[in-house]
DNA sequence: CGGGATCCCCACCGATACTG
DNA sequence: CAGTATCGGTGGGGATCCCG
């Protein structure tokens, strides 16, 4: 294991199991679960569904900008993460209904102390970043 | 504004001030802050930077696998966002002391919360993804 | 010692068109 | 309604070599 592990991991001061092909093995769970959020799309579907269950097109209208392409393959990845849920109803025309699991639910907690933060500090990582190096 | 960025800010009940050029603005600093920290180094750099100061090289060699163009890059990253300081010395050689501001420390608070629930629960999030799909 | 410059690959993401 | 298929732009990240 490397010092990268160790140092990520001993934030929470705890070991992770490895079920690992003896290859190389670069991740832990915290970055992990960081990437799971980091892409484009994935945190504002999960608030959504935090609120209540919607269906795929409610969705699509609720949020501005994202392609159907997007919002699949965003629902397809919390969901092979067991964070999202995907209940087909079969009506005519087909219903499809996305809600957040229990373990989906429970991540929205640790989340919003990261969400209070980031609003707060908000000001001053704008300010820093506006101070353009001496370029 | 897009029902994306309220639904995100409002995970922390708050709404951010909008210097924006009129056009479209797709971020809200929840996302930005997860953002910060989901690319494949700075979480290991903050973690690292928050038990002491570190030196270029030594930071390079604890972290096992990083090139020295991504130290660089990722050290950069985290202090134009003014988490990580940077401190030259003038001696001979050069030595270059980097280091988290209160601004950075702060953030490893909120942070070690994901991190403990990441690791408590990564073995459901493993297994969700093992479960492969009826391909 | 602490970087910078260059090349290249690949995952993320948007746009568009098509379908059971 | 709820997707899939395809194309192409863009930026992250690794490898390698060079510099004050």
Same mark, same amino acid.
């Given at each position: 294991?490397?010092?990268?592990?160790?140092?990520?991991?001993?934030?929470?001061?705890?070991?992770?199991?490895?079920?690992?092909?003896?290859?190389?093995?670069?991740?832990?769970?915290?970055?992990?679960? $960081?990437?799971?959020?980091?892409?484009?799309?994935?945190?504002?579907?999960?608030?959504?569904?935090?609120?209540?269950?919607?269906?795929?097109?409610?969705?699509?209208?609720?949020?501005?900008?994202?392609?159907?392409?997007?919002?699949?393959?965003?629902?397809?990845?919390?969901?092979?993460?067991?964070? $999202?849920?995907?209940?087909?109803?079969?009506?005519?025309?087909?219903?499809?209904?996305?809600?957040?699991?229990?373990?989906?639910?429970?991540?929205?907690?640790?989340? &919003?102390?990261?969400?209070?933060?980031? $609003?707060?500090?908000?000001?001053?990582? #704008?300010? #820093?970043?506006?101070?353009?190096?001496? &370029?």
């Amino acid at each position: 294991m490397s010092a990268a592990n160790t140092g990520v991991t001993s934030l929470a001061s705890a070991a992770l199991p490895m079920p690992v092909p003896a290859e190389e093995y670069d991740s832990c769970p915290v970055t992990d679960v $960081v990437r799971l959020m980091s892409d484009k799309w994935s945190m504002v579907v999960l608030v959504l569904l935090g609120r209540r269950s919607h269906r795929f097109n409610e969705l699509h209208r609720s949020i501005d900008g994202i392609s159907q392409r997007m919002l699949t393959r965003t629902l397809r990845g919390l969901g092979s993460s067991g964070l $999202v849920l995907r209940q087909v109803r079969p009506t005519v025309p087909p219903s499809v209904e996305y809600g957040l699991t229990p373990l989906g639910e429970s991540l929205l907690e640790p989340l &919003s102390g990261l969400a209070e933060w980031a $609003v707060r500090n908000w000001p001053e990582i #704008a300010a #820093a970043r506006n101070r353009v190096p001496t &370029s």
